[in-house]
């Protein structure tokens, strides 16, 4: 085993850019008033890695062009698609007209573990919300199901940037899964 060059890195990128172009995950991710601009550029970073269909930025959530968000972003602000509604029980409200059916990423009594969400629910909208007090009442009443990620600890809850990435990972698994068996 050996680690990768910068231009092996760089071809196998070119590579996978020109077999996947039309193969984004069918999942739109609504950012519900994030405020950290890194925790910003860390979503755009993780959706490029799983090829996110699109963002949505929504509320005080910061948005490009800033360098705080391209400081972890790395470019990813360039290759993921995105838009800033407003109000982020619209922007729900858009994708469930779409056709999407939408969850969040939350707390609450009524859960389905994230790594059990069905092929049949996609193309799905994901809710994340605010660092600290989480998806919005008004947003979570416009989501059809919550997910959540089973946690063993005293916290019980990771920064949103973090969960995001174990939940779109698994998302993007599930789906790619799915359409390898069916080839």
């Known amino acids: 085993m050996r680690k990768l060059t910068h231009s092996e890195i760089d071809s196998k990128r070119?590579?996978?850019?020109?077999?996947?172009?039309?193969?984004?995950?069918?999942?739109?991710?609504?950012?519900?008033?994030?405020?950290?601009?890194?925790?910003?550029?860390?979503?755009?970073r993780t959706s490029d890695g799983v090829l996110l269909e699109?963002?949505?930025?929504?509320?005080?959530?910061?948005?490009?062009?800033?360098?705080?968000?391209?400081?972890?972003?790395?470019?990813?602000?360039?290759?993921?698609?995105?838009?800033?509604?407003?109000?982020?029980?619209?922007?729900?409200?858009?994708?469930?007209?779409?056709?999407?059916?939408?969850?969040?990423?939350?707390?609450?009594?009524?859960?389905?573990?994230?790594?059990?969400?069905?092929?049949?629910?996609?193309p799905l909208c994901l809710v994340i919300g605010n660092e600290i007090t989480g998806v919005s009442h008004d947003v979570l009443a416009e989501c059809d199901k919550a997910i959540e990620i089973p946690q063993f600890g005293v916290k019980q809850s990771l920064n949103v940037a973090v969960a995001y990435g174990v939940a779109i990972f698994e998302l993007n698994r599930i789906w790619r899964a799915s359409r390898n068996h069916s080839q």
């Open 54 to 122: 699109k963002l949505i930025l929504t509320g005080f959530t910061p948005r490009p062009p800033r360098k705080e968000i391209e400081k972890t972003a790395l470019g990813a602000t360039q290759s993921v698609p995105w838009e800033y509604v407003k109000d982020p029980s619209e922007a729900v409200r858009q994708m469930k007209a779409s056709g999407y059916h939408a969850f969040c990423l939350e707390l609450v009594d009524e859960v389905v573990p994230y790594y059990e969400v069905s092929t049949t629910q996609y």
């Open 14 to 44: 070119t590579k996978l850019n020109e077999i996947r172009a039309g193969d984004r995950l069918p999942v739109v991710v609504i950012v519900d008033n994030v405020r950290s601009l890194y925790n910003v550029g860390s979503i755009f």
